[in-house]
Each structure stands twice: as C-alpha cells, then as structure tokens.
C-alpha cells in the first residue's frame, strides 16, 4: 500500500491525517501535491461523500487513496452543519463565517448556543487501485462554546469541548486531541484494517 494519497486540499487536514499515519511509515502524498481536482460532493452521507473522493484519486493516481469526510453535527440544528461542514465555510475556509453562522441560528432557535449538545463524525474511505473500497467511521460528542477558544485546530476546532474536558480541541496540543478525537477512532480502525491485510499477505 505505498504511496498511499490523502485524497484533501486541506492543509490542516492532510497535516493532520499525516501524523495519524506516522506509525505506518507509509509514503504519503497528497491530492493537492499531485495536482488532482476535487471531485464534485453529491453524496447524502458522509461515507457516500468520503468515497467519492477516494475513489476519484484512486482512478485518477493508480495508488492507493485515503479520503476523510468529516464535519460538525448539532442536534439542535437538526444535524447541521454535518455534511455541508465545509460549505458554510463558503471561499472564507477560515470557518469563522460558520461558526458565527452556528450561534446566529442557535439564537434564532432560542435555545442556549453555549453548552449545546453537539458530535464530530468522521468516515475514512480507502480505495485500492482497482476500486474496491472500504470505510472506517469514528464519532467524539462534547458542547459548544462561543466566542470561538484556541488556534492549535482548524476547521470547527474553536468551539468544540469534547466530552469530559473543560479545553477545545484548538485549545488543545496536537498529541492530547489525536488521542481523542473522531478523526482518532476512524484511524484505529484504519490502522487495524491495514496491519490485519499485511498480516494476510505474509501467511
């Protein structure tokens, strides 16, 4: 399975997943470092979003593709942002318009916008190169918090406390948050999936 390409543009991303690969010692690229386009999102889902991505690099590379989707799901909202995460970025990508955006319809709703019951979802797909496919899915719960906390994450990181800490995850060192994270439990389950096919391989 090398190279193995993080089918992302998203540098905080493709760093992050990076890290969650070193134990593997894989040679990872990206689909941004390979000039590959990003395919169009139509999936309902967030496993049919993450395998249209793998799939596309997959085909598009002739190597091995590992796609995240993942995103922010308030319950009060009804599951927004979940699959449009990234869309309420819009062209800002800074993810400071959505989190505003988050509070504002929080309010509009007229429930309390801090301490609101709110879950991460994250569903890696990895294709081979001749298309078959496979998904890992990971979830952390916690509350929001507003005005946004910490500069260490990306995305929705600032306002995210995940259950049982008082820090969000942008808050929080890298290590402390990977040990945690929904992005973390999909990637255990990756990592076995991977170590379980070479251990095949050798037999």
């Known amino acids: 399975m090398s190279p193995l390409v993080i089918a992302s543009h ?3 991303k493709v760093r992050e997943i990076r890290e969650l690969l070193a134990p593997l010692h894989m040679t990872v690229l990206s689909s941004a470092i390979l000039g590959l386009p990003e395919p169009e999102e139509t999936g309902k889902t967030f ?18 593709a590992l796609a995240d989707d993942s995103g922010l799901c308030v319950p009060a909202l009804d599951g927004a942002p979940g699959i449009y995460s990234a869309r309420w970025a819009a062209g800002d990508k800074t993810f400071s318009k959505a989190m505003e955006q988050i509070e504002r319809e929080l309010i509009v709703k007229d429930v309390k916008a801090n301490g609101q019951p709110a879950y991460f979802i ?10 078959s496919t496979e998904t890992f899915e990971g979830r952390v719960n916690g509350t929001l ?5 910490g500069t260490k994450g990306f995305g929705y990181d600032p306002i995210f406390i995940p259950q049982g800490y008082i820090q969000t995850f942008a808050e929080m060192e890298p290590t402390a948050k990977h040990a945690i994270s929904h992005r973390s439990q999909a990637f255990e389950k990756f990592t076995d999936y991977v170590k379980m096919q070479h ?5």
């Open 122 to 131: 994250c569903v890696l797909s990895l294709t081979s190169p001749d298309g």
């Open 199 to 203: 251990l095949k391989e050798a037999i």
């Open 145 to 149: 918090t507003f005005p946004p906390r």
């Open 47 to 64: 496993a049919e979003n993450a395998m249209i991505k793998s799939k596309s690099a997959a085909l598009l590379s002739g190597d091995y």
């Open 10 to 12: 998203n540098e905080g």
